[in-house]
């Protein structure tokens, strides 16, 4: 995170509260100030989506908030209509209802002009990976790494159907909502996502994987991504900040499982 973004977000917060502002001030302070900590504040962008997906949840908060209270709906409305009635407010309200369509207008007129760009360069859908990477503080060898519990599957069936249904469990507590219900990239939050969630119902995607290399793009997500995986735009979390290594595996486990694929064997590399 950009620590001199979070703290003129938070000074200003802390001005905004000293001097005691109005409810209305002080909403309009909390949705500019959550908006430029989302859309600035991260090293790594934040897709807009994704923006406008926690400001709409914030806004529901705040207007929870005010309606939870008579007073300070009476704080809200007041000056509200105070702008909208009085006189001395006239040229000011003149100008920002020329200045609103204006701006919607504008917004349209750019979008629809502005012309197509070619990338900065060629994106590799599957990058290659690291030759080692860390994860939770333990160190792993990507040229011999497998998933630790493959072998449950014929060794112990009962103990990997366990697995299994807690690969289950985690993918649609963390995991669906961008990659689906069926696992095709079609999740509810896909809309404006670039590059958009990957679809694990294709061929070209889990049976040429290794599962080490599933592992490893979970675990490191979009910031883990190598620079010929780019745009940075993918919305995709390091989940090791959220998971632990049993459930990434478990996870992995239940991709397999779900669409029927088989995992890209070690020995597979060798031919």
């Known amino acids: 995170m950009k620590i001199g973004i979070i703290l003129l977000v938070v000074a200003a917060m802390a001005l905004l509260r000293w001097r005691k502002v109005g409810m209305l001030t002080w909403i309009a302070a909390w949705l500019l100030g959550i908006f430029v900590l989302i859309r600035f504040g991260f090293t790594t962008p934040v897709p807009m989506s994704v923006v406008k997906l926690y400001m709409g949840i914030l806004a529901s908060a705040l207007i929870a908030y005010i309606f939870s209270d008579a007073q300070r709906q009476e704080q809200v409305k007041s000056p509200l209509k105070a702008f909208l009635t009085e006189?001395?407010?006239?040229?000011?309200?003149?100008?920002?209802?020329?200045?609103?369509?204006?701006?919607?207008?504008?917004?349209?007129?750019?979008?629809?002009?502005?012309?197509?760009?070619?990338?900065?360069?060629?994106?590799?859908?599957?990058?290659?990976?690291?030759?080692?990477?860390?994860?939770?503080?333990?160190?792993?060898?990507?040229?011999?790494?497998?998933?630790?519990?493959?072998?449950?599957?014929?060794?112990?069936?009962?103990?990997?159907?366990?697995?299994?249904?807690?690969?289950?469990?985690?993918?649609?507590?963390?995991?669906?909502?961008?990659?689906?219900?069926?696992?095709?990239?079609?999740?509810?939050?896909?809309?404006?996502?670039?590059?958009?969630?990957?679809?694990?119902?294709?061929?070209?995607?889990?049976?040429?994987?290794?599962?080490?290399?599933?592992?490893?793009?979970?675990?490191?997500?979009?910031?883990?991504?190598p620079e010929e995986g780019g745009p940075w735009d993918s919305a995709m979390p390091a989940w090791e900040n959220f998971l632990t290594e049993d459930e990434m595996w478990d996870v992995i486990l239940f991709l397999y499982d779900f669409t029927g694929a088989r995992p890209r064997a070690l020995h597979d590399l060798e031919h």
């Open 87 to 225: 006189k001395k407010f006239a040229p000011l309200l003149g100008l920002v209802a020329i200045a609103i369509p204006t701006a919607v207008a504008a917004n349209i007129y750019f979008d629809m002009t502005s012309p197509a760009k070619p990338p900065a360069f060629g994106r590799t859908v599957h990058p290659a990976p690291p030759a080692q990477i860390n994860v939770l503080e333990t160190d792993f060898d990507m040229a011999t790494l497998d998933n630790p519990y493959r072998h449950l599957e014929t060794d112990d069936p009962a103990a990997f159907q366990e697995r299994v249904a807690n690969g289950r469990v985690v993918y649609y507590k963390n995991c669906f909502y961008c990659h689906g219900d069926l696992m095709a990239g079609d999740g509810m939050f896909i809309h404006g996502l670039n590059p958009i969630p990957t679809n694990f119902q294709d061929q070209g995607t889990l049976p040429i994987l290794q599962e080490s290399f599933v592992f490893w793009r979970i675990a490191k997500g979009a910031p883990g991504l």
